[in-house]
């Protein structure tokens, strides 16, 4: 006998996934420069200097046992200090190495995060759609409600989500900048949240969280700044990844957040770790975790990220396509021509190009294009995009 439901979810790969694995077996059969795939999130400009630096210094310590043996099962202790002490200078208030969990990556830091809070399988988690789908497994048997954000900027729309919130909601899952749309919540937005949320956690008798998911935090354009949500609301738990900022994915290392001002912060703590355990999180790479501490600073070189948003942003709404252009993240969420992105999508396959529809971020009128590509990439494609809106039009 088998659990029927991981049965299912180990058959069912990620749509983003799925469509990766085909363009790559398309690009075996057709050459890779015919196939235009601008489908996954992998961050395509090399790691800093300084993390490399970093990895080999580290290395060359001559600690092999605290290199690769087993840290405390947070994070040790040196490193959480580190990062600690960076994010306080950044955000001007006072962290401490023991409100920062260490973790494999932000997946990781979210399924414990909702383990800690799922007391039943009455428990719910809202997500404000446009979402990551992968939210979905990593409530585990907690319920996952959707409220729809603004449909013209994709801000959060207050009156969906107030009436997607009930007594069972545990937590409200913000995402900004936002996959995948690449919005930043703004801080008009963020106090309208702060308000509902108080509001919503008086009259309920229970706190209700914010759970920040901000791997993207760092890849802003134009002078955009991600807000700090816990200087909004202070029952904040921050997931964070450095995937995405120092471009090392694989090498999976994040860390929850519970900021000390939160309600029943230690006790949410443990509850985390107590999560992570469940799961069989033992510790995050204790390499990785080096890296992190001496890198904790450092700022990615997002000019190439730049470059490619305002090439295919501009080639795109040139040819006619709409899309609210976005300020951080690597993605443009684009509303797919007669509304339906799977059809839309599913006709771009036939001339190798390769976007996710929107369905599975509980969007089905949009697709999300991913621009952390080669600029060739999207040079080559525009043509093949021309093509496919002027062939919707005739």
């Keep these: 006998m088998l659990n029927q439901n991981m049965l299912q979810m180990g058959r ?6 799925e469509i990766f694995e085909f363009s790559r077996a398309r690009a075996n059969t057709v050459g890779a420069e015919n196939v235009y795939d601008f489908s996954l999130g992998n961050p395509s400009i090399p790691a800093p200097k300084e993390v490399e630096e970093a990895i080999v210094s580290t290395l060359q310590s001559g600690d092999s046992l605290s290199v690769h043996g087993y840290t405390s ?23 401490g190495k023991d409100d920062l969990y260490l973790t494999c990556g932000a997946s990781a830091a979210l399924s414990a995060v909702f383990r800690a809070l799922t007391i039943g399988p009455h428990t719910q988690f809202v997500a404000i759609a446009p979402f990551f789908p992968e939210y979905r497994y990593y409530v585990g048997e907690a319920k996952l409600v959707v409220a729809q954000a603004d449909t013209k900027h994709f801000q ?17 899952i913000v995402n900004s900048p936002n996959n995948p749309t690449g919005v930043i919540y703004t801080e008009e937005t963020l106090l309208g949240l702060s308000a509902l949320l108080s509001r919503k956690s008086a009259e309920y008798a229970h706190t209700i969280y914010i759970v920040s998911d901000e791997p993207y935090r760092e890849l802003v354009y134009d002078g955009a700044v991600t807000p700090y949500i816990p200087h909004f609301y202070k029952s904040t738990i921050v997931c964070y990844s450095y995937s995405k900022a120092l ?17 029943n912060a230690r006790d949410v703590y443990d509850a985390v ?5 469940s799961l069989g999180y033992s510790c995050a790479p204790a390499l990785f975790q080096a890296v992190a501490a001496r890198c904790a600073d450092v700022k990615p070189d ?15 709404a040139a ?8 300020s951080g993240a690597f993605y443009l969420f684009v509303k797919a021509p007669g509304g339906d992105a799977d059809a839309f999508c599913q006709n771009a396959r036939l001339r190798d190009v390769f976007m996710v529809p929107g369905v599975e971020f509980g969007y089905p009128t949009n697709m999300r294009v991913s621009y952390c590509v080669a600029p060739e ?11 496919l809106i002027r062939e919707f039009q005739r």
């Design 302 to 316: 997002i000019e190439a990220y730049r470059k490619n948003r305002e090439a295919l942003y501009n080639g795109l």
């Design 156 to 172: 959060i729309d207050l009156v969906a989500l107030e009436n997607a919130i009930t007594e069972d909601t545990q937590a409200v």
């Design 73 to 95: 099962a947070g994070g040790a202790d040196w490193a959480r200090a580190a990062i600690a002490a960076s994010l306080g200078r950044r955000f001007h208030t006072e962290i």
């Design 319 to 326: 040819l006619g396509y709409e899309c609210v252009k976005p």
């Design 247 to 263: 471009s090392i994915p694989g090498e999976r290392i994040g860390y929850v957040l519970i900021p000390r001002e939160a309600e």
């Design 273 to 277: 770790a107590g999560g992570a355990r």
């Design 12 to 17: 069912k790969r990620s749509v983003i996934r």
């Design 377 to 387: 990439t999207i040079e080559r494609a525009l043509p093949v995009f021309g093509e």
